[in-house]
Structures are given as structure tokens and as C-alpha cells.
């Protein structure tokens, strides 16, 4: 199985989607640092009892890592300090999958040689796994569409067309 970690956008995004058992369905597991942990709780998102939940599971694993490393990252590529630690994170485990959702991170994160896969590419991976059927996962594509997802409507426009060929 491929070690996969990940930012927090992905994870809120599927826990709103109520669908954070994909994780295990298809990775086994995700790794996270605690500064995201503590970032998702900190914010007070609706999601946090689910994932909460996810975290006793096992589904997601919270790794300490070094904030320093994770702030001379941040600074050297302009990214966010809990993508970076998610950086941090992803090296010292020898990750294959980086999720995330922001553009700038996918670049930085495709440069060091990550595959890099988000919210969309989960379900759609979701579908070809049989996890979800297509008219599940248009459902939830439009869903993420009608909320405040932060990911470009056109793009998922794409994908619900993807879905429908």
C-alpha cells in the first residue's frame, strides 16, 4: 500500500462530502501532521466529531514533525506552514501521494516527485474502484460545486463531464 499524506482541505472536504471512509477504502490510511490536526480543531470546522472520529479509527495517523524544517519550507517555497509540515511529514515517511487541493502546493509537491491527488481525484478514483457509482459521485461533484469548496466550479465541471462519458 502507498503512503499517502495530506493536507487539510482534502480531509474537510470529504468529511463535508460524509464520505471520509473512501480514505480507508482506498489507502488504508493517511498521514497527517499534528499541526494540521490542530488546525482542522482549531477552526472549528462542523466536520471536526468526524474526523475526530477518523483519527481513534486509524484511518488518519498524526505524526509529530519539526517546525522548524516545516518554516524554512514554508519560506523557501511561499507555501503555507501546515503544507509545509505536510512536506515535512511526507519526506521523513517516504510518501508516493500527496493530497491536496491548492494549486500552488501541487506544483511544489509534483517537483519533489509527489503524486499529487485532491478532492476530485479521490472520488473519481472512488468510482473506478467501485467505492462509488457514477451517479453518486456527480451527485457529490455538484455538491462540492454548490458550497464554498474553494475549488474552481470549471474544474469540476470537467470532472462531472468525465463521469458522464
Given at each position: 500500500m502507498q503512503r499517502v499524506v495530506s493536507d487539510s482541505d482534502v480531509i474537510i472536504h470529504l468529511a463535508k462530502l460524509n464520505e471520509l471512509n473512501i480514505i480507508r477504502e482506498l489507502y488504508m490510511c493517511v498521514h497527517i501532521p499534528r499541526y494540521i490536526e490542530l488546525e482542522m480543531v482549531r477552526y472549528q470546522y462542523?466536520?471536526?466529531p468526524i474526523i475526530e472520529k477518523t483519527v481513534r479509527q486509524g484511518v488518519l495517523r498524526v505524526y509529530e514533525t519539526d517546525d522548524s524544517k516545516a518554516r524554512s519550507i514554508a519560506g523557501r517555497y511561499r507555501i503555507h506552514i501546515g503544507e509545509a509540515h505536510v512536506k515535512v511529514l511526507a519526506e521523513e515517511l517516504h510518501a508516493e501521494i500527496f493530497f491536496s487541493n491548492e494549486r500552488k502546493v501541487r506544483i511544489v509537491a509534483k517537483s519533489e516527485g509527489f503524486s499529487v491527488v485532491g478532492t476530485i481525484g479521490i472520488v473519481l478514483r472512488g468510482v473506478i474502484h467501485g467505492y462509488f457509482t457514477k451517479e453518486h459521485?456527480?451527485?457529490?461533484?455538484?455538491n462540492l460545486k454548490a458550497s464554498d469548496f474553494r475549488i474552481h466550479p470549471s474544474i469540476i465541471d470537467r470532472a462531472i463531464d468525465s463521469l458522464e462519458e
Amino acid at each position: 500500500m502507498q503512503r499517502v499524506v495530506s493536507d487539510s482541505d482534502v480531509i474537510i472536504h470529504l468529511a463535508k462530502l460524509n464520505e471520509l471512509n473512501i480514505i480507508r477504502e482506498l489507502y488504508m490510511c493517511v498521514h497527517i501532521p499534528r499541526y494540521i490536526e490542530l488546525e482542522m480543531v482549531r477552526y472549528q470546522y462542523d466536520e471536526v466529531p468526524i474526523i475526530e472520529k477518523t483519527v481513534r479509527q486509524g484511518v488518519l495517523r498524526v505524526y509529530e514533525t519539526d517546525d522548524s524544517k516545516a518554516r524554512s519550507i514554508a519560506g523557501r517555497y511561499r507555501i503555507h506552514i501546515g503544507e509545509a509540515h505536510v512536506k515535512v511529514l511526507a519526506e521523513e515517511l517516504h510518501a508516493e501521494i500527496f493530497f491536496s487541493n491548492e494549486r500552488k502546493v501541487r506544483i511544489v509537491a509534483k517537483s519533489e516527485g509527489f503524486s499529487v491527488v485532491g478532492t476530485i481525484g479521490i472520488v473519481l478514483r472512488g468510482v473506478i474502484h467501485g467505492y462509488f457509482t457514477k451517479e453518486h459521485a456527480q451527485g457529490m461533484l455538484k455538491n462540492l460545486k454548490a458550497s464554498d469548496f474553494r475549488i474552481h466550479p470549471s474544474i469540476i465541471d470537467r470532472a462531472i463531464d468525465s463521469l458522464e462519458e
